[in-house]
């Protein structure tokens, strides 16, 4: 079974209009961690923003913003205020054990490419 | 400070053949991870090091791969017999740890290897 699942392989948006990637995953780990990360075309991974499984408040980082729904077990990733340079592959992940506990590797999902128009 | 760096940038290798590819962690990161990203895809996790602890060695798809860390410094990973589906962009990432925190993995540039 998937354990990361983004299901929007592509996504448009208008430069400065708020844009929402969706993730869902999937884990019986009661402890776990989500992280969003940025791949321009460049191909480094830029790490975004971090949400724990037992955070009460969704995370926020600037104009990212993390829209987190324990009971549905999705994580969506929210981009207030598109610009030019948001236009990237964006990745969901999950690791499964917090701290230096658990499996440490992320587990990523296929990825979303985002593309701002001017 | 310097991130995480990796070498090459680009390997094209014929088929068979044996390589090797080299991170540098972040000064500092106790843990280090290899991941391999295919062309259009995500990332898979091929093998993490944390500290003197025995490696996870889970992700590696065959015994063909294989790799090794020096105390908490450089990694090397080794692909032999190269084939073809191991063309691939090899990331490296390093994390620091600590008590009670979760942090973040910060990613090198990668090596984008060709098999020909």
């Known amino acids: 079974a998937q354990k990361i699942t983004q299901t929007q392989p592509g996504m448009f948006v208008q430069e400065k209009e708020a844009v929402t990637l969706d993730c869902t995953y999937d884990?019986?780990?009661?402890?776990?961690?989500l992280f969003w990360y940025k791949q321009p075309s460049s191909g480094e991974m830029i790490f975004l923003i971090y949400q724990g499984s037992y955070d009460q408040q969704n995370a926020t980082e600037g104009r990212y913003s993390l829209n987190f729904q324990k009971a549905r077990k999705s994580a969506n990733l929210v981009i207030s205020a598109s610009q030019l340079g948001d236009s990237a592959m964006y990745f969901c992940a999950m690791r499964e054990g917090l701290g230096d506990t658990g499996r440490r590797a992320l587990t990523f999902g296929s990825g979303t490419r985002l593309q701002v128009q001017p | 400070g310097a991130g995480v760096s990796q070498s090459p940038s680009n390997k094209v290798t014929e088929k068979g053949k044996d390589v090797e590819l080299r991170c540098d962690p972040i000064?500092?990161?106790?843990?280090l991870y290899w991941y391999r990203q295919r062309l259009g895809q995500g990332l898979e996790f091929l093998i993490y090091f944390q500290g003197n602890s025995a490696p996870d060695k889970s992700g590696l798809p065959s015994d063909r791969f294989s790799a090794e860390r020096t105390g908490e410094s450089v990694s090397t990973l080794t692909i032999q017999r190269t084939q073809q589906e191991d063309s691939a962009v090899y990331l490296c990432?390093?994390?620091?740890?600590?008590?009670?925190?979760?942090?973040?993995?910060?990613f090198g540039p990668g090596t984008r290897l060709t098999v020909t």
């Open positions: 000064s500092g990161h106790t843990a």
């Open positions: 884990t019986s780990d009661p402890s776990y961690g």
């Open positions: 990432a390093s994390r620091a740890t600590g008590p009670s925190l979760d942090y973040e993995q910060y």
